[in-house]
């Protein structure tokens, strides 16, 4: 029997930024962590150019607790950001390696940041934009299209596009066969439907996470899935 999803790789490219990384709204409260003035003064589009220019000002260690602080708040100690701030000048990767697979997402935009105020210090951090295809092949598949895309549905298609080998079956096997999947929110840490087709049938699915997920759907075009969301707990069987 076949799957409700046909899917087909678009295209996957490893890329240096992502939608919604960083917002004016976080500028300006990383502006006013930093104890710059007169922060309402400052136009919209010099918003980075300050935030970049306060950065310079600080010793590296102090800027990457900084940034690390406002991103990452009460989930991590300060005995831990400063260890990041040193994996990142030793040019290391804790966008992907931290074991806490939740913090990866706003490590990778702290990180960010920090190159580009200090671009001869800290790593350029990279990650893979995932383009994908997915065509309903029922009335159930075609309603799921029709909603944003939920981190646990979006893990379980990426999964039935690799084999068993894969780091995501290899960590998930059970959490993908199962109701629920709490932890798919730090494998996708974007993930966004474009317009569907006329019938609702069809639509682009674009994934952004690390390497470290992705890479295993390098060499895949098409794969079926049977991806589902997450089941409410009100909807549990007895």
Same mark, same amino acid.
């Given at each position: 029997?076949?799957?409700?999803?046909?899917?087909?790789?678009?295209?996957?490219?490893?890329?240096?930024?992502?939608?919604?990384?960083?917002?004016?709204?976080?500028?300006?409260?990383?502006?006013?962590?930093?104890?710059?003035?007169?922060?309402?003064?400052?136009?919209?589009?010099?918003?980075?150019?300050?935030?970049?220019?306060?950065?310079?000002?600080?010793?590296?260690?102090?800027?990457?607790?900084?940034?690390?602080?406002?991103?990452?708040?009460?989930?991590?100690?300060?005995?831990?950001?400063?260890?990041?701030?040193? %994996?990142?000048?030793?040019?290391?990767?804790?966008? @992907?390696? #931290?074991? =806490?697979?939740? +913090?990866? &997402? !706003?490590? $990778?935009?702290?990180?960010?940041?920090?190159?580009?105020?200090?671009?001869?210090?800290?790593?350029?951090?990279?990650?893979?934009?995932?383009?994908?295809?997915?065509?309903?092949?029922?009335?159930?598949?075609?309603?799921?299209?029709?909603?944003?895309?939920?981190?646990?549905?979006?893990?379980?298609?990426?999964? %039935?596009?690799?084999?068993?080998?894969?780091?995501? @079956?290899? #960590?998930? =096997?059970?959490? +993908?066969? &199962? !109701?629920? $999947?709490?932890?798919?929110?730090?494998?996708?840490?974007?993930?966004?439907?474009?317009?569907?087709?006329?019938?609702?049938?069809?639509?682009?699915?674009?994934?952004?996470?690390?390497?470290?997920?992705?890479?295993?759907?390098?060499?895949?075009?098409?794969?079926?899935?049977?991806?589902?969301?997450?089941?409410? %707990?009100?909807?549990?069987?007895?």
């Amino acid at each position: 029997m076949s799957k409700p999803f046909l899917v087909s790789v678009l295209g996957l490219k490893k890329i240096h930024d992502m939608p919604k990384t960083w917002a004016e709204e976080d500028y300006r409260a990383l502006l006013t962590r930093l104890e710059v003035d007169d922060i309402d003064e400052i136009e919209s589009r010099d918003l980075l150019e300050f935030v970049l220019m306060a950065l310079q000002d600080l010793d590296p260690e102090d800027a990457g607790d900084q940034v690390l602080a406002y991103k990452l708040g009460s989930d991590v100690s300060a005995g831990s950001r400063q260890n990041i701030v040193q %994996d990142l000048l030793e040019g290391q990767r804790p966008w @992907e390696e #931290l074991s =806490d697979i939740r +913090l990866h &997402a !706003r490590v $990778f935009a702290a990180s960010l940041l920090l190159y580009q105020a200090r671009p001869r210090l800290f790593p350029k951090p990279d990650m893979l934009q995932l383009m994908l295809q997915l065509k309903a092949r029922n009335a159930e598949a075609k309603a799921l299209l029709a909603t944003p895309p939920e981190a646990a549905f979006v893990t379980r298609v990426l999964a %039935d596009g690799m084999d068993e080998h894969s780091i995501l @079956e290899r #960590l998930f =096997d059970e959490q +993908l066969a &199962a !109701r629920s $999947f709490p932890e798919a929110d730090g494998v996708i840490w974007l993930a966004e439907f474009g317009e569907p087709d006329d019938d609702g049938s069809s639509a682009t699915l674009t994934v952004y996470s690390s390497q470290h997920w992705l890479h295993d759907l390098e060499n895949v075009d098409q794969f079926e899935s049977g991806a589902y969301n997450d089941c409410p %707990d009100d909807e549990d069987e007895d």
